[in-house]
């Protein structure tokens, strides 16, 4: 079974861009969430994602925004860039709620993002 | 979710039990204890979680004592490749609250030879 895939990997942008990022969660996969990791604040939740809908989001500017399609794919845009955007982004995908063993969360190898 | 505290490093002898303790001594009657790892350039990967009772898997044994207040994460023959951050983490149920993780600064393990 594939794992969660991220795209692209490694990217750098100017302050000001825009940029998107995807997410293509397990196979029967739901619920996508995203987290921003930095070495000054940590692992940060940014929001989730379950049918299309935004079940849960974090204390992040709107400048950050995502969303989800019906095949659960993912793609998050972070608008205005900052230097302080310069961060690892992870995806991470779940069954979603109800199911079984919807606590357990795979995350992607992530996307290195640095903005100069 | 509950706050949780952990040492920020600790070493561990390769091939010895790697003992790695939480403090949550401000959980709810309905947070559970998970816990993630982090090793080097990859994403985090779930570990093991429970409620009250200890639980055994193929990665770890928790423990989590009678009232709740701390836990232990075992792992039994530590190897080179457990290197890695351990994150303790407390939350609701998904049902109540989704998919959100809180991660603290977790602990730094490393296993020498």
């Known amino acids: 079974k594939a794992g969660v895939t991220q795209t692209p990997r490694y990217l750098i942008k100017t302050r000001g861009q825009q940029v998107t990022l995807s997410c293509s969660p397990i196979?029967?996969?739901?619920?996508v969430s995203w987290y921003q990791q930095t070495p000054g604040q940590g692992l940060q939740f940014l929001f989730e994602?379950?049918?299309?809908?935004?079940?849960n989001k974090g204390n992040f500017p709107g400048r950050f925004s995502g969303r989800q399609f019906s095949n659960s794919r993912s793609e998050m845009n972070v608008s205005t860039l900052e230097l302080g955007d310069s961060a690892l982004y992870l995806c991470?995908?779940?069954?979603?709620?109800?199911?079984?063993?919807?606590?357990?969360?795979?995350f992607g190898p992530g996307t290195r993002l640095t903005v100069t | 979710d509950a706050k949780t505290t952990q040492p920020p490093s600790m070493d561990c002898a390769e091939g010895r039990a790697a003992n790695l303790p939480c403090n949550h001594s401000?959980?709810?009657?309905?947070?559970?204890v998970y816990w993630y790892r982090q090793i080097h350039s990859q994403g985090p990967q779930y570990i093991i979680h429970?409620?009250?009772n200890n639980e055994t898997n193929e990665m770890a044994s928790l423990i989590i004592t009678e009232d709740r207040k701390s836990s232990t994460l075992i792992l039994p023959h530590a190897t080179l490749r457990d290197t890695a951050v351990y994150y303790c983490?407390?939350?609701?149920?998904?049902?109540?609250?989704?998919?959100?993780?809180?991660f603290g600064g977790g602990t730094r393990v490393l296993v020498k030879p």
């Open positions: 991470a995908s779940s069954l979603g709620p109800g199911a079984e063993f919807s606590y357990e969360q795979y």
């Open positions: 196979s029967g996969h739901r619920s």
């Open positions: 994602y379950f049918s299309e809908t935004q079940r």
């Open positions: 401000t959980i709810s009657g309905n947070e559970y």
């Open positions: 429970g409620l009250k």
């Open positions: 983490i407390v939350r609701v149920p998904i049902k109540a609250a989704g998919n959100k993780l809180t």
